[in-house]
């Protein structure tokens, strides 16, 4: 009798640990949905991703310059850039086709929730798995953005899956293969998403060493293979690191950047109530950190291992800002996401019976997401009015089919790519010399060119658009033509209509 009561009440629990992980699971592609009706339907940009769009958008030979100058591998581009071309034989909005690009990672990952992650630790913990991973702080608006984030979250979390099932006696060939080839595109997408699958290697090292010593042979093949594809692109990331070596823009690491590496993961902004930002949503954050740490002290050592891969990460990140110079910002932590909240899930879905420990948890989860959720629609909305403020004061300024020069690719890139592509843009020869004069000559240089004089001439004006910093003040007057400040708020540029004499 005493068994059969038992027998039944864990069987009751268990058809509700199903039955909430099935809603959460739905709840998790409504969410979805949502947030793809969002991107499509608010496309504000800002410069990095004006610089993918660029980048799909140049000739090929271009593009292949692009990504070896990017300070970023180049698997994110390729895969934009075939969808921009499909996008293009369809006739579909490349902002649009590259929200798509950025969107399909998490429905990727939803489908391995469904199946990988329901497979190994069941409906509860793939339902948690699935919300947390479309509701999280920060991860509404990256499944937006038009950078490589998504695809980063998505190779590393898809590895430390794979490596799961290694670890639990699935170590055939084929789980090697996949672990292995998710490693490679994980390398290629960013530079953090491969340190994220670095610690993985490293987790599952260690984990074979202790329990599974005959499965070491598959480990160093696979590792070898990973580090032997990822070493032609070393000649060029070394490249990368020498043309940024003097002026990468990652601020140095302090304790306040630290402390914003919590916030930036656990704590949704303020875009609900009228309140101070940091004390009014740090509370949340706190809460959620206090969360996850009492699930890690009541957990086993392997069930821990998302959380902690997910810690060593920007402890690396941190390590080597202050040893070689800042190369960590918070954003490079979206790769290793995956591995967070599904150590988390795995954590909280063990303790579905301690409703103490349980219920708590889970409405902070939830309070974070609702929160997050309004922030992520105010922000892109936010983003979108933004932006069409912004050219619609360009197109007032500078109008279209006029001649506009610029200093510096930065600002040359922006206008060229996506606000002012009916105009004539002009980039002078960038060189390391901070002398106005060698600008303001190379200026009469283009002044002088019979085909810009054409131009002139049939009514065109000139502009020029400053972003380079000077060692002298930029003099107005000069021989052939003099330069007029205008008043438009570019914010890092400033512009100057050219009057010819």
């Avoid at 740490?293 to 690396?316: E, R």
């Avoid at 600002?411 to 010399?433: C, G």
């Avoid at 019979?450 to 000069?478: A, C, M, R, W």
């Amino acid at each position: 009798m005493g068994k059969n009561f038992k027998l039944e009440i864990i069987m009751k629990n268990l058809n509700k640990e199903d039955k909430l992980g099935k809603i959460l699971f739905i709840i998790s592609i409504i969410t979805l949905l949502y947030v793809s009706y969002i991107g499509f339907t608010k496309l504000g940009m800002w410069y990095d991703e004006i610089y993918s769009l660029g980048m799909v958008k140049s000739p090929f030979n271009d593009f292949i310059n692009f990504a070896f100058l990017d300070v970023h591998p180049p698997l994110y581009y390729l895969i934009f850039k075939v969808f921009y071309k499909i996008g293009v034989f369809l006739g579909i909005n490349p902002i649009i086709v590259g929200k798509f690009t950025s969107l399909l990672p998490f429905y990727l990952i939803l489908v391995l929730a469904a199946t990988k992650v329901r497979k190994n630790w069941g409906y509860l913990t793939a339902g948690l798995f699935a919300f947390c991973i479309v509701s999280m702080p920060q991860l509404m608006n990256f499944a937006v953005e038009l950078r490589m984030y998504s695809w980063g979250l998505f190779f590393v979390t898809a590895s430390f899956i794979y490596a799961y099932d290694i670890l639990n006696k699935n170590s055939t060939w084929k789980s090697w293969g996949i672990l292995t080839l998710l490693t490679i595109a994980s390398a290629y997408t960013h530079y953090f998403s491969a340190v994220a699958s670095f610690v993985i290697y490293l987790f599952l090292l260690a984990d074979l060493i202790r329990n599974n010593k005959n499965e070491l042979k598959k480990y160093f093949t696979s590792a070898i293979i990973a580090i032997l594809s990822f070493t032609p692109w070393l000649i060029i990331l070394k490249q990368q690191a020498a043309s940024v070596s003097s002026s990468y823009w990652i601020a140095p690491i302090t304790l306040n950047k630290i402390l914003g590496y919590f916030w930036f993961v656990l704590s949704p902004d303020n875009q609900v109530i009228n309140a101070n930002q940091i004390a009014a949503f740090s509370v949340l954050g706190l809460l959620l950190l206090i969360g996850v740490i009492v699930l890690l002290i009541k957990s086993d050592k392997k069930d821990t291992y998302g959380i902690l891969i997910a810690v060593c990460v920007p402890i690396i990140g941190i390590i080597l800002s202050l040893i070689i110079k800042p190369v960590f910002h918070p954003r490079y932590l979206i790769p290793v996401l995956g591995c967070l909240w599904l150590g988390v899930s795995i954590l909280l879905g063990k303790n579905f019976s301690n409703k103490k420990i349980f219920i708590p948890i889970f409405v902070i989860i939830l309070l974070v997401a609702s929160v997050g959720c309004v922030n992520f629609t105010q922000t892109q909305i936010n983003d979108q009015i933004n932006d069409s403020n912004k050219i619609q004061s360009l197109e007032e300024t500078f109008g279209s089919g006029n001649l506009i020069i610029y200093d510096a690719f930065v600002p040359y890139f922006e206008m060229n790519s996506y606000y002012l592509t009916d105009d004539h843009n002009f980039m002078l020869t960038v060189t390391e010399d901070k002398d106005f004069n060698t600008t303001a000559n190379q200026i009469s240089d283009v002044l002088a060119d019979p085909g810009i004089q054409n131009e002139i001439s049939h009514g065109s004006k000139v502009f020029f658009i400053n972003y380079k910093h000077y060692d002298n003040e930029i003099t107005l007057n000069h021989d052939t033509y003099n330069l007029k400040k205008l008043p438009i708020d570019l914010d890092k540029y400033t512009a100057y209509e050219v009057e010819i004499k």
